[in-house]
């Protein structure tokens, strides 16, 4: 093995005997940690990108994989199969995810395009979308309309990516095989064709308007309806609303993610609400009514003589519903007394007259306290 390169195995972290589909899904993982979008301006994750793009591109191949089983990494140096055997890691990546390759932005391929058929049809890539939500539309619901840059169906040929009048052939190139034997040394590597990409046929006239593929890229507008009640971090899916397919193939999907903004009074903990409002000091010591936040506006609250700083009132039936369901979670107000901080001198002296007439007596958290003190030192 070359001193410079790492074991392919070690490169996509799994074992010898893993399986393509495991191999894939690691390479998934890894591709995406390490793609130059998600790292501008790192180097070394570049190269770790290009690195499980070499490892992927031999491992996947049955041919090269048991070359290098048996050889090493000497399969592929001069008199194997030479460094030309591998695919551009960028090609490999948009490959595995679908078409676009792109990591970045407000809306990603979330999955990559199906299989396709003999006639060169493919699913459309699945795509994601980030969406901010007030508290109020998670708790109530809402409509909400996207905009969106994706491949939609040519309108031309109606997606099927042809010319009137024209049809799909034999590829000439690989015979309708859709792999082509290419010689690398002493080895014989079967690759996918690079004109009919896989299918075995192409397109005898394509269209002008989509260059055969039957799908153009458009600005769309998505409507999303958000249930109340939802959670941030939910996905709401929006079927067919992701990228057109190949030459007509059926669209992938859209799926919405929901991240709600923080509000500057709630703080959301399930279905109760959490909010933190101040009492005056008077009132926490005398009783009375104060008027409290809900998300539809605000109610009366009974404060009794002798209410603590923290002390919490719940206002029940008024928190967030739940998902589908007419239950109601409550709001929890967290009381905050307010002392005042600039008296004047009758302020004060009324002040320093009470404190008299209270005495310590008078206040059993303080007395309880002190007590407690006391037997720490004793």
Same mark, same amino acid.
């Given at each position: 093995?070359?001193?410079?390169?790492?074991?392919?195995? *070690?490169?996509?972290?799994?074992?010898?005997?893993?399986?393509?589909?495991?191999?894939?899904? /690691?390479?998934?993982?890894?591709?995406?940690?390490?793609?130059?979008?998600?790292?501008?301006?790192?180097?070394?994750?570049?190269?770790?990108?290009?690195?499980?793009?070499?490892?992927?591109?031999?491992?996947?191949?049955?041919?090269?994989?048991? +070359?290098?089983?048996?050889?090493?990494?000497?399969?592929?140096?001069?008199?194997?199969?030479?460094?030309?055997?591998?695919?551009?890691?960028?090609?490999? =990546?948009?490959?595995?995810?679908?078409?676009?390759?792109?990591?970045?932005?407000?809306?990603?391929? =979330? =999955?990559? @395009?199906?299989?396709?058929?003999?006639? @060169?049809?493919?699913?459309?890539?699945? &795509?994601?979308?980030?969406?901010?939500?007030? %508290?109020?539309?998670?708790?109530?619901?809402?409509?909400?309309? #996207?905009?969106?840059?994706? &491949?939609? +169906?040519?309108?031309?040929?109606?997606?099927?990516?042809?010319?009137?009048?024209?049809?799909?052939?034999?590829?000439?190139?690989?015979?309708?095989?859709?792999?082509?034997?290419?010689?690398?040394?002493?080895?014989?590597?079967?690759?996918?064709?690079?004109?009919?990409?896989?299918?075995?046929?192409? #397109?005898?006239?394509?269209?002008?308007?989509?260059?055969?593929?039957?799908?153009?890229?458009?600005? /769309?507008?998505?409507?999303?309806?958000?249930? +109340?009640?939802?959670?941030? *971090?939910?996905?709401?899916?929006? /079927?067919?609303?992701?990228?057109?397919? %190949?030459?007509?193939?059926?669209?992938?999907?859209?799926?919405?993610?929901?991240?709600?903004?923080?509000?500057?009074?709630?703080?959301?903990?399930?279905?109760? !609400?959490?909010? *933190?409002?101040?009492?005056?000091?008077?009132?926490?010591?005398?009783?009375?009514? #104060?008027?409290?936040?809900?998300?539809?506006?605000?109610?009366?609250?009974? #404060?009794?003589?002798?209410?603590?700083?923290?002390?919490? =009132?719940?206002?029940?039936?008024?928190?967030?519903?739940?998902?589908?369901?007419?239950?109601?979670?409550?709001? %929890?107000?967290?009381?905050?007394?307010?002392?005042?901080?600039?008296?004047?001198?009758?302020?004060?002296?009324? &002040?320093?007259?009470?404190?008299? !007439?209270?005495? *310590?007596?008078?206040?059993?958290?303080?007395?309880?306290?002190?007590?407690?003190?006391?037997?720490?030192?004793?």
């Amino acid at each position: 093995m070359s001193r410079n390169k790492r074991d392919y195995y *070690e490169v996509l972290d799994v074992e010898r005997s893993s399986t393509e589909e495991e191999i894939k899904r /690691s390479y998934r993982k890894l591709a995406v940690k390490f793609h130059p979008d998600k790292n501008p301006g790192d180097h070394e994750a570049e190269e770790r990108f290009k690195e499980l793009g070499e490892a992927y591109d031999v491992l996947m191949d049955p041919q090269k994989r048991a +070359a290098y089983d048996r050889y090493g990494h000497a399969a592929f140096q001069q008199g194997g199969m030479g460094d030309g055997g591998f695919h551009d890691p960028f090609d490999l =990546f948009r490959e595995v995810f679908g078409a676009g390759g792109g990591t970045g932005g407000i809306f990603d391929h =979330f =999955f990559g @395009g199906g299989g396709g058929d003999s006639s @060169g049809r493919q699913r459309g890539s699945d &795509l994601r979308y980030d969406m901010q939500i007030t %508290l109020e539309e998670a708790a109530f619901g809402a409509e909400k309309e #996207i905009e969106i840059r994706k &491949l939609d +169906a040519c309108e031309s040929c109606d997606g099927s990516g042809t010319q009137k009048g024209s049809k799909a052939v034999t590829c000439p190139t690989c015979r309708g095989r859709g792999q082509v034997v290419a010689s690398r040394g002493f080895f014989q590597v079967a690759q996918t064709c690079p004109q009919c990409h896989g299918t075995g046929r192409i #397109i005898e006239r394509p269209c002008k308007s989509c260059q055969g593929e039957g799908r153009v890229e458009k600005t /769309s507008r998505v409507k999303i309806k958000v249930p +109340a009640g939802i959670d941030s *971090e939910s996905r709401l899916r929006s /079927s067919g609303g992701g990228e057109a397919g %190949l030459r007509g193939g059926p669209a992938g999907d859209l799926y919405v993610v929901l991240h709600i903004k923080e509000h500057h009074v709630f703080v959301r903990d399930g279905m109760d !609400l959490r909010s *933190e409002v101040p009492l005056p000091f008077t009132t926490a010591a005398l009783g009375g009514e #104060i008027r409290v936040p809900t998300l539809e506006g605000a109610v009366k609250l009974k #404060i009794p003589a002798g209410t603590q700083s923290g002390a919490v =009132f719940r206002v029940r039936g008024q928190g967030m519903p739940a998902l589908h369901s007419a239950a109601r979670g409550d709001i %929890l107000t967290h009381l905050q007394v307010e002392v005042p901080t600039s008296l004047n001198a009758e302020q004060r002296e009324a &002040l320093a007259r009470f404190s008299e !007439l209270c005495g *310590e007596d008078n206040s059993p958290i303080h007395k309880g306290f002190y007590e407690r003190l006391k037997d720490l030192f004793t």
